[in-house]
């Protein structure tokens, strides 16, 4: 965080702790993230927000993605910020406002070329007159998203940044404070996208958001996730022994096969059967045949003699000289780092180490 904020400075940042933080745990981040004094927080989902609220902690909650109506007195009962962006939403949200007697703060989401949800720059006005016209509601922030901030081509951001300004020059007069457009990569790339605030997600867990960004600065980052388990059966086999469903893999020659708790079901992808390896005393084993949903195959033979039952397997993280990146595993099946460490399943215990 203390990188994120140096090229901040002192514009506000408002972690994004979507989707269990990305993987890593949402009560364990959010709860530390506050600690560190960060007040405001994204998620994607009002759900999301009333499970970290129900669980005590005591943040502002911005929800980021496009909802239905039925989900306005969430909303309001909690007191979160959510981003609007359909002339549904915010009239649901004044009569939401209006039952519970309070006043709803949103985020007006403007598609500026991402693509997916918001209206467009030439809806602003129109928008923001209708939403002055309904009691309950006021427009507290306009915000957008980058589709393309993380690649070396920065030509599209640019352009979307200066649309953004326009935005910002007509959308004077309605009361709004705080324009926020940067996520991760625009945050390191991308300086005049800072405007007031600025929502990193992937970055705040020690993750670059791509291979191609440009300031060198990202190389600072440094994952705070290690994911490990135990090794909980040892056999050894002869030659020729298939293993696992399909029998895909055959050993050749005698060998010692770990198994370790882990599968598909616990995020580790099927796609990566026979593709990746874990670190167990600080040596890369290669995994064997297909992932199970809850178990795989680990050959240790080159162990053999001084491995037990018990001992730890990382998945992700340091062991030794040695060190397997979400990067490192995403690469073998064409996916990104993002995908690997939120796919990391909930029956996975987050354990909080390391954090002062
Ligand atoms: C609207 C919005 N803002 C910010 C972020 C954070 O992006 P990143 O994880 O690339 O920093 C996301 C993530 O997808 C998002 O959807």
Redesign the pocket.
């Known amino acids: 965080m203390k990188l994120l904020q140096q090229l901040a400075g002192n514009r506000p940042l408002w972690p994004?702790i979507?989707a269990n933080a990305?993987g890593h745990g949402a009560e364990v981040i959010g709860s530390h993230l506050i600690s560190l004094g960060y007040k405001t927080l994204?998620v994607?989902h009002s759900f999301e927000a009333a499970e970290l609220a129900d669980a005590g902690l005591k943040a502002t909650f911005i929800v980021?993605?496009a909802m239905l109506p039925e989900h306005s007195e969430c909303i309001a009962e909690y007191g979160f910020e959510p981003?609007v962006c359909t002339v549904e939403m915010i009239e649901s949200l004044s009569r939401a406002a209006s039952k519970f007697r309070k006043q709803i703060a949103v985020h007006l989401?403007v598609d500026t070329g991402m693509g997916r949800v918001g209206i467009r720059p030439d809806e602003v006005t129109e928008f923001l007159r209708r939403c002055r016209d309904l009691p309950g509601i006021f427009v507290k922030g306009i915000?957008s998203?980058f589709p393309r901030?993380?690649e070396a081509d920065k030509s599209f951001s640019l352009r979307q940044i200066e649309i953004f300004r326009q935005i910002r020059k007509i959308s004077q007069g309605y009361g709004i404070s705080i324009y926020h457009l940067a996520?991760?990569?625009?945050?390191f790339d991308l300086p005049d996208a800072a405007f007031d605030a600025a929502?990193?997600?992937?970055?705040?867990y020690g993750l670059k958001?791509s291979l191609s960004m440009q300031n060198p600065l990202v190389n600072e980052l440094k994952p705070v996730l290690t994911w490990k388990t135990r090794i909980t059966f040892l056999k050894e086999v002869p030659a020729g022994t298939g293993l696992s469903y399909g029998h895909t893999f055959h050993t050749d020659k005698p060998s010692l096969i770990a198994s370790i708790p882990l599968g598909y079901g616990d995020g580790i992808s099927r796609l990566l059967s026979g593709k990746m390896e874990v670190l167990i005393h600080g040596l890369r084993c290669p995994q064997v045949g297909r992932i199970c949903m809850d178990q795989s195959l680990i050959d240790v033979t080159a162990l053999r003699g001084n491995v037990g039952l018990g001992d730890e397997a990382v998945i992700i993280g340091r062991q030794g000289d040695e060190e397997i990146t979400a990067d490192e595993i995403a690469e073998k099946i064409g996916t990104i780092n993002?995908e690997i460490v939120t796919g990391i399943s909930r029956r996975i215990p987050r354990i909080a180490t390391g954090f002062p």
């Open positions: 994004a979507k990305y994204c994607a980021l993605s981003a989401k915000m998203h901030a993380d996520n991760s990569a625009g945050i929502r990193p997600g992937i970055s705040i958001p993002y």
